[in-house]
């Protein structure tokens, strides 16, 4: 009974099990060397997840004490003492359903390859609460860095019984094909040799056969002939000589973004074809690392390891002296399909519902389309980049740890999350609103989308959050007779009370945008109303082309970066009617005396209720994944 349940909680994961140990987990093996896995739970949570003492003695008794696990749920969210696996756990916490700080990437990369060298026996284990989002980035962010593309499992003991054989049985098929087309081969090449032509090869019409080994000599089996193409095409990566001079040296560059561009899409294919099963022929296959935002983060792994990151980004080479780089946000545009009567009014009694309850605690109106802006903190995310870059390799590689840098400040790597400072709370702070107080939406026909919506979203200074919050008060005040629909509430968020009371050290006196580090990532949370529509976690620097550094007192210059909805986190229910968010983003120039705005506070609650969800056609598993991010 209880096994069937944790199959339903793992959904369309895949399971691992142990006909030994008569024990079936939430686990796979990604690679011989990488483990992932559902969260080591007790008491009633290990009822419907991996029972804590089940993944000890399933690693235990493959591995005996040549597995280390990484864990990267916060503590506030879930917890174990690392004692129960002989002290082999190592922390890096960060948020269900987020990116994480991007310093996690490498930090957690070099150590995977530091405990995999030490020897061929040993396994990482990787684990957050479901064994899906954030251990699936994590793997792929290490199987990015290697230097040669990742593989499968192909020892017995890493396969379930099926998988092995399945592999057994494709191997065999192989050896069958490879003698087949041997012969096919040396057939028609005698064939041509005797002034003959192929007969029947039209898909081997286009190469040059070659021997590039002896004759056999008596008594030895026939070689193989070697079968290139006859031509390679200009672009491929092999075609580009590594003595090149400069214009080929430019050309390799592009090669190796394009190669490491493809190698993402081959980690994340393999890590989706281990950690889901295989869909049936009508459903699509879901990926296994399913957020935009972490697969957004990943690409941005890719430039970093492709050497292809903007330059002055704290992951490439630049003076010590640079400056940092900030930019303008100016605007976010979001467009959205007219919800139509039905929609919006469960929507209007949804807001009813979130007003009822303690989840209101701030927000805006009810047909009020806003974005609460938001990082992490800031001293977390400078203590990430700190470590970093003291651990990173003599070299310059990312992918290595720096000899002798598991100590900084008298302070050990082990210890960085070992007191909770950074991991008992809300570890992501809000900073700014951006709303519409200009009735600046706007309405169009669209022969693909029926009518289409547009807001225009500007951040909101002390006044302007006046001006909807005294909207809120009228529209509260025009629905008093509606028994659908509840009463104000009777403390509304003050300016001085919110996180826009900072507005005079964030704006400029134009009140025109809100200033950001260009290479800090932020997280932009959409709501109507009170009713959370998804999030989209981004990095200025990577989404805008390089300012000219020699002209400082030139002309700012200005990106818009354009998400559809499939980019964005959650958007279902009223999220489902998004179709594109729009982000303009400007330079500051580098004498600009601006300063980044900073994390102040928690950002106001979210829900997405059942009533709007079910009104988009979403499933019960999207469903409660988007509540539980709402209220992350």
């Not at 087949?180 to 081969?185: H, L």
């Not at 070697?226 to 080929?248: F, G, H, M, Y």
Request: proline share 6%; with cysteine.
């Amino acid at each position: 009974m209880s096994d069937y349940i944790r199959r339903l909680v793992s959904g369309n994961k895949a399971r691992f099990k142990d006909p030994q140990l008569n024990v079936e987990l939430d686990l796979v093996y990604v690679t011989d060397h990488i483990i992932i896995m559902g969260f080591p739970a007790a008491g009633v949570e290990g009822f419907y997840r991996n029972r804590r003492e089940d993944a000890k003695r399933f690693l235990e008794h493959r591995h005996g004490s040549n597995f280390w696990i990484f864990n990267f749920c916060p503590l506030r969210e879930n917890s174990y003492p690392a004692s129960f696996f002989n002290n082999r756990v190592s922390r890096y916490p960060f948020p269900d359903h987020h990116a994480p700080p991007l310093a996690i990437l490498p930090l957690v990369a070099r150590e995977i390859r530091e405990w995999l060298s030490g020897s061929s026996e040993h396994v990482a284990v990787l684990h957050c609460k479901a064994g899906k989002g954030r251990s699936g980035t994590l793997a792929c962010a290490y199987l990015l860095s290697l230097d040669d593309s990742p593989s499968p499992p192909k020892l017995q003991r890493n396969l379930s019984t099926k998988e092995w054989a399945k592999l057994r049985a494709d191997q065999l098929m192989e050896v069958v094909e490879t003698e087949d087309m041997s012969e096919n081969v040396h057939a028609d090449e005698d064939a041509r040799l005797a002034g003959g032509k192929f007969k029947d090869i039209d898909a081997v019409e286009d190469f040059d056969i070659q021997s590039d080994t002896p004759a056999p000599q008596e008594g030895e089996g026939k070689s193989t002939p070697k079968i290139v193409l006859e031509k390679e095409p200009a672009d491929t990566p092999r075609s580009v000589s590594p003595s090149a001079n400069s214009q080929k040296s430019q050309d390799s560059r592009v090669s190796n973004a394009t190669a490491k561009a493809n190698k993402l899409e081959d980690v994340l294919a393999l890590h989706t074809s281990r950690r889901m099963k295989a869909p049936s022929p009508a459903k699509n296959a879901q990926h296994g690392v399913s957020i935009p935002s972490q697969r957004r983060w990943l690409y941005y792994w890719s430039l970093i390891l492709a050497h292809e990151a903007p330059y002055g980004f704290w992951a490439s080479p630049r003076p010590t002296d640079a400056p940092k780089r900030t930019v303008r946000l100016r605007e976010i545009n979001v467009r959205m399909r007219d919800l139509g009567g039905m929609k919006t009014g469960l929507l209007r009694l949804a807001n009813s519902v979130i007003e009822r309850t303690s989840a209101a605690k701030s927000g805006g109106g009810k047909s009020q389309v806003w974005v609460s802006l938001a990082r992490y903190d800031d001293d977390f995310v400078d203590i990430l980049e700190k470590w970093e870059k003291h651990s990173r390799a003599e070299d310059g590689s990312m992918c290595k740890r720096r000899k002798g840098s598991t100590h900084l400040d008298e302070q050990a790597l082990s210890d960085l999350f070992s007191d909770g400072r950074w991991d008992k709370q809300k570890m992501i702070r809000s900073f700014m609103r951006m709303g519409d107080t200009e009735g600046s939406v706007s309405k169009k026909n669209s022969d693909k989308d029926g009518v289409v919506l547009t807001y225009n979203l500007r951040p909101l200074s002390d006044q302007k959050w006046e001006t909807i919050h005294d909207q809120i008060q009228k529209d509260a005040a025009s629905q008093k007779n509606h028994d659908t629909l509840s009463p104000p509430r009777s403390t509304a968020p003050s300016a001085s009370s919110s996180v826009t009371d900072l507005a005079q050290e964030i704006l400029d006196e134009d009140d025109d945008g809100v200033i950001l580090d260009a290479e800090r990532e932020v997280r932009a949370k959409l709501y109507m109303g009170q009713v959370f529509m998804g999030w989209f976690w981004f990095i200025p620097i990577f989404h805008m082309p390089l300012p000219d550094a020699t002209q400082k007192n030139a002309q700012a210059q200005t990106t818009i970066f354009t998400l559809p909805r499939g980019e964005i986190d959650f958007a279902l229910g009223a999220g489902a009617s998004i179709i594109d968010v729009a982000v303009t983003l400007e330079w500051q120039p580098l004498q600009a005396h601006g300063h980044p705005a900073p994390a102040v506070g928690n950002e106001p609650d979210g829900v997405v209720t059942g009533l709007t969800d079910a009104a988009t056609g979403a499933t019960v598993g999207e469903a409660v994944e988007a509540v539980e991010a709402a209220e992350d």
